[in-house]
């Protein structure tokens, strides 16, 4: 009897997960088999996953992109600027992390303070002094705006994350490193770098997504066409005078997933054990 109490728990626990599961991917599953519809078919019938017929046109006007501009240009934009943003967001937040929580320095609890603070600022709140910034130096319409920022402190939410996590490093891998005459920034780099690697790869995983998908910071430093990244590019087939082209759309809108869900498949065990571990067994 106790053996198929358990069965009967298990089988609605699945069900259960399997369909809360079902909920969150449909809108996914929805935009990529609309994405192979015919225009008047998208909301026509939308509440029916399987396309009448399959429509590879969708991506092939998508990629063309507008004018003299295809799409692969805003995959190139994109995939230049996220990779420069998590390099130096993985360089400065762990740097950072580990001043904050192995060396001693005048005005530390000072410097932190802010540092938290700073994690509850709405980014909205710096968009005006930062743009009066690079404008002054000549910097808007370019890729520093977005990427610079990244290699000067990065973004203290990761920076927090990274300080909570060597905390959970035994010191004394560190005194062990110092009688063995190891330096500040060896210890740094021989022992504590290579025990950040889950956290490293949560920093990474995080800052992609949210740089591949910001549309705020683009919109404001990038007039040039040739410039526009992602996000731009897919809000260029909106037109408030002509329309909407949902099928491109919405074709182009899918393939703008694939660098996440490969990202996040890749790494997805290094993500669990960054969250779920202190970073020794």
């Not at 998590?86 to 929580?101: D, E, K, M, P, Q």
């Not at 610079?148 to 994350?161: D, R, S, T, V, Y």
Request: hydrophobic share 55%; net charge positive.
């Amino acid at each position: 009897m106790k053996k198929k109490h358990s069965s009967f728990s298990n089988f609605i626990y699945y069900t259960f997960v399997i369909l809360f599961g079902f909920v969150m991917v449909y809108p996914i599953l929805w935009m990529i088999m609309s994405s192979l519809k015919p225009e008047t078919e998208i909301f026509g019938n939308a509440s029916s996953l399987i396309p009448s017929q399959l429509l590879f046109e969708n991506y092939a006007r998508g990629w063309e992109g507008f004018g003299r501009t295809g799409f692969d240009l805003y995959f190139r934009n994109s995939m230049i600027v996220t990779s420069l943003v998590v390099i130096g967001t993985v360089l400065s937040a762990s740097i950072v992390a580990y001043g904050f929580a192995r060396l001693k320095f005048r005005f530390k609890p000072i410097l932190f303070a802010c540092l938290m603070a700073t994690v509850m600022l709405p980014v909205q709140i710096t968009l005006i002094p930062q743009y009066i910034l690079f404008h002054n130096l000549g910097w808007v319409n370019t890729f520093i705006p977005l990427i610079l920022p990244a290699f000067l402190g990065g973004q203290p939410f990761f920076i927090f994350l990274l300080i909570q996590f060597i905390r959970g490093i035994p010191r004394e891998l560190d005194e062990a490193a110092i009688i063995d005459g190891c330096s500040t920034f060896g210890i740094f780099t021989r022992i504590i770098l290579p025990l950040l690697k889950p956290a490293l790869v949560t920093v990474v995983i995080f800052a992609f997504m949210w740089t591949w998908d910001d549309f705020l910071a683009p919109l404001i430093y990038l007039n040039n066409a040739n410039l526009h990244t992602v996000t731009l590019g897919l809000r260029n087939f909106m037109d408030a005078d002509s329309g909407t082209n949902w099928g491109p759309l919405l074709a182009m809108s899918s393939l703008s997933l694939l660098p996440q869900l490969i990202l996040f498949a890749f790494f997805q065990k290094y993500l669990v054990q960054g969250i779920a571990t202190t970073g020794l067994k």
